[in-house]
């Protein structure tokens, strides 16, 4: 039987303030929407749950603040079974992120860091639990010194990174050099890069940086590519979209919990991709996330559908 992984993740944890519209207003319009919720997320806390949800052990460093966001969040990471020892109570106030969600499942975003800003660098404890675990989610709703302390201190202790690179922005080099797998989506990996229309060629002058990439293409699937080897293209199950706010981060959790059990990397794809799918036909960030048990089923069935991954 596989060993239950460690997933640490050092990253933001925010109060999602999502409105749904017919369709996004423009510039200097108003438009009347439909509905509003507060659902709790944050890429750090998004990934932390979907890992958890996916049968992981999960630790949660970041931080929150005093107010009644920060209390929602830390409840909801811990009733997703997710360890929040050393998630810091701060006194700025808790992140927030103000989403429009349209008719088609797209989405628009506007993050307000707040207590997230204060993650500058590891507190006591953090490198010690980092270093006991199997690998160690990180991205960048949090300043990018925390994420490259947290990053070097894996790399000390051998563990494996994953950092999915948004919002999209020009990376240190200091961090790239201690990351072993960059997940960026299409856009991402397009600000990165400089190329917008080929993903293989994206993925070929990131790995001039990083030994792994995948690249996630939304309805397309997704593309891993490693120094040395053939990339693998790994289709996307055919779903009508809902809300894909979130559906990132679940693919994120959800692979490095199936990469650190061992699974073949196009499995490992084809689970993540399963995940993602059955997430987005769900409202919410992480209140969309599948269990174990879901993502099991609906991989089974991508699998007699797609046949082996090209």
């Not at 369709?23 to 997320?41: L, Q, S, W, Y």
């Amino acid at each position: 039987m596989t060993p239950t992984p460690h997933i640490a993740v050092l990253g933001s944890a925010n109060m999602d303030l999502v409105a749904y519209v017919t369709r996004a207003p423009r510039r200097g319009e108003t438009v009347t929407g439909r509905e509003f919720r507060t659902i709790p997320g944050g890429k750090g806390a998004n990934q932390a749950v979907a890992a958890a949800r996916a049968g992981a052990t999960v630790s949660m460093i970041g931080a929150v603040g005093t107010d009644v966001f920060g209390a929602r969040l830390r409840s909801t990471l811990e009733h997703s079974g997710v360890d929040t020892d050393l998630l810091r109570t701060v006194e700025t106030p808790t992140g927030t992120a103000h989403i429009v969600v349209d008719d088609e499942g797209g989405n628009s975003i506007v993050v307000v860091p707040g207590a997230n800003g204060t993650v500058k660098g590891l507190t006591p404890g953090d490198e010690a639990l980092i270093a006991s675990a199997n690998a160690l989610l990180l991205q960048l709703e949090i300043p990018v010194k925390g994420a490259l302390t947290a990053a070097r201190a894996a790399r000390r202790h051998g563990v494996r990174t994953v950092l999915t690179p948004a919002p999209a922005q020009e990376l240190p080099d200091e961090l790239l050099a201690a990351t072993d797998l960059l997940l960026p989506n299409e856009h991402e990996a397009a600000t990165l890069t400089g190329i917008t229309d080929d993903p293989r060629a994206a993925a070929r002058s990131l790995l001039s940086q990083v030994p792994e990439v995948v690249i996630t293409l939304g309805s397309r699937g997704s593309l891993y590519a490693a120094r040395g080897a053939e990339p693998v293209m790994v289709p996307a199950p055919r779903v009508t979209a809902v809300d894909t706010t979130g559906a990132g981060d679940t693919f994120a959790g959800t692979l490095a919990v199936a990469l650190a059990e061992g699974r073949p990397v196009p499995d490992a794809l084809t689970w993540a991709s399963s995940a993602a799918a059955l997430s987005v036909q769900r409202p919410g960030a992480s209140a969309s996330m599948p269990y174990r048990k879901e993502i099991d089923a609906r991989a089974a069935d991508a699998a007699t559908t797609n046949g082996a991954p090209a």
